[in-house]
Structure formats: structure tokens, C-alpha cells
């Protein structure tokens, strides 16, 4: 049975760069992937198709009332298969609902038995947790959690929300939820997301460095498999995927309170600009 896991966070911090590295990296070790974009954008898969055109699923559907989705998935030359769901009606319905929707329909199909499929990975736009935004977990249609974040103000803000819906969906039941830290070589954002990981109980599955071999592999819009195979970030990547090969604790993690939880944050915005300013003073002395 594919373990189906959904990689959440706010727009930016890195969600989709994750999980296309990381499908193109289990692909290499011989797994077999799906991984779903629900961005109106239909970035999520743009670094494993390239310039290859891709129907989006939902648009198919509205428009016909049903839809075929081996006809909408796309495979890859990296081994992963793609399929976004795309827009839906301005103003009408709910992205997460259509997530729920068509993994109804992957079920239906038969689609992970059919392609023999080892994961799904689904890349949850939208950043505000909702109703709609938690269905797929209160659905129980996620096994697993892949919170990302940087250490942002507004990222991790938005990350403890995700973390309070999760828990009220829930109703404080354990469920396994892992955290990774974008861009975590900046400044003291490693230190920063480790004393947060901690106060909320999140396991931390990784800290991805800002590598920038990753940037330029974005901006040719390839994987960074692709663009530099032999490079530490790539090498990153494949220690993270054979972390996510191994079982996850299920946790009940602790989401602070929002008053508590920024002034929090106001104090590590504080403490990082003292630094810089002292590292602005001894650059002027020299």
C-alpha cells in the first residue's frame, strides 16, 4: 500500500523544492513515486517534467464531470510520475477538498496498485488552516506530515497554526508529523528551530542548508539530480530521503500559544539583530 504523505507550510518557505527532490531522490533508489501539486501555478512537478505540458486534473473534471486520471498523470525521465490538480473557480469550492476528491478517485481507479506505487506525495498549496485546508487529515487520507519552514517570523507562525489545526482535527490523538528547516545554515535559524522543535515536541526530520547549486538548479528548472549529482546539496537530499525510509514517531506535538509563540519570535529577531549590527561594527573596524 503507498504511504501517502503531504508536505504543508507557507507559500515559499520551500515545500515543493523538497518534494520533487526528495521523489526524484527515492526514485534513485529504486521507488516508485506520485507526486501531486494542488498549486494554481502547476509548479509543484515543473522541476521533474521540465517544459513537458500537464492537464490539470480538477480543471478536466469541472469542465466534464468526471476524469481519467492515468490520462492526466505524467511520467518522468527521473522515474516519478506527475499530476497537478490546478486551479479551481475562482471564488468556488476548496483546493484541500478537491486534494480529497481525487485521491477518492486514485482509490477508485486503482492508480497506486496499477503503477505499483511505493508513495504519494502531495504538496498542499495555501497556508491558511482551515477547515478545508485540514480535511485531508481529518479524512485520515495522510499518514505522514512534512511541516516546512524557515525560520521566518511569518513562517513559523503560519507552521504552529498548521500544527493547532492538525491537533483539533485530531482531537490530540498521536499522528506522525516531522519538521524540516529551510534554510537552516542562516545565521542562527539552526538553533532557532531546534529550541522550537523542542517546546512544541516535533521531531525534526531534517535542516536543509541554502546550497547554491539548489538555486541554480531551480532556476534551470531541474532537480538538483539533474543539475549537480555529485554536489553536498544533492548528497543532502539523499541522507533526507533515507530518513524518511525509516518509521516515524507518531507524536502529539504541542503547538504554543499565538501570544506566546510571538513574542517568541520578537526575541530571536531581536537577539539576530544585535548580532548583525556587531558583525557590521567589527566589519567597519577592519
Known amino acids: 500500500m503507498a504511504e501517502r504523505i503531504c508536505f504543508v507550510g507557507r507559500g515559499g518557505c520551500g515545500k515543493s523544492l523538497l518534494a520533487a527532490n ?12 506520485l507526486l501531486v501539486g494542488n498549486d494554481t501555478s502547476l509548479s509543484s512537478t515543473m522541476l521533474l517534467r521540465g517544459e ?32 497537478e490538480l490546478g486551479s479551481i473557480d475562482p471564488g468556488r469550492g476548496c483546493m484541500a477538498r478537491g486534494l480529497s476528491l481525487i485521491d477518492e478517485m486514485l482509490e477508485m481507479q486503482g492508480i497506486p496498485e496499477k503503477l505499483d506505487l511505493d508513495y504519494i506525495f502531495y504538496d498542499i498549496s495555501g497556508e491558511t488552516p482551515c477547515t478545508g485546508y485540514i480535511l485531508p487529515f481529518r479524512d485520515n487520507i495522510m499518514s505522514r506530515c512534512i511541516l516546512v519552514t524557515n525560520s521566518a517570523f511569518a513562517s513559523v507562525a503560519t507552521a504552529n497554526a498548521i500544527l ?69 546539496a544533492a548528497a543532502q537530499f539523499e541522507a533526507i530521503a ?21 513574542t517568541w519570535l520578537r526575541g530571536w529577531q531581536k537577539r539576530e539583530l544585535a548580532m548583525r549590527r556587531e558583525e557590521d561594527l567589527e566589519a567597519a573596524a577592519r
Not at 468526471?66 to 516519478?80: R, Y
Request: glycine content about 2%; charged content about 25%; aromatic content about 8%.
Open 22 to 33: 526528495l521523489s526524484h531522490a527515492l526514485a534513485r533508489m529504486g521507488y516508485k513515486v
Open 52 to 83: 513537458a505540458d500537464i492537464e490539470p486534473a480538477l480543471e478536466v473534471y469541472r469542465e466534464e464531470y468526471e476524469v481519467e486520471l492515468s490520462e492526466v498523470m505524467l511520467p518522468t525521465p527521473s522515474g516519478v510520475w506527475c499530476m
Open 164 to 232: 493547532q489545526g492538525i491537533i483539533n482535527t485530531e482531537k490530540d490523538e498521536e499522528f506522525p508529523i516531522q519538521l524540516v528547516v529551510n534554510q537552516a545554515d542562516q545565521h542562527e535559524a539552526r538553533e532557532q528551530m531546534a529550541a522550537y522543535a523542542a517546546r512544541v515536541h516535533l521531531e525534526v526530520l531534517a535542516y536543509l542548508d541554502r546550497w547554491p547549486e539548489l538555486e541554480y538548479s531551480c532556476l534551470d528548472g531541474r532537480t538538483i539530480f539533474d543539475y549537480a549529482p555529485q554536489s553536498a
Open 242 to 262: 533515507e530518513s524518511l525510509l525509516s518509521p516515524t514517531l507518531q507524536v502529539t506535538p504541542r503547538p504554543m500559544p499565538r501570544r506566546e509563540l510571538l
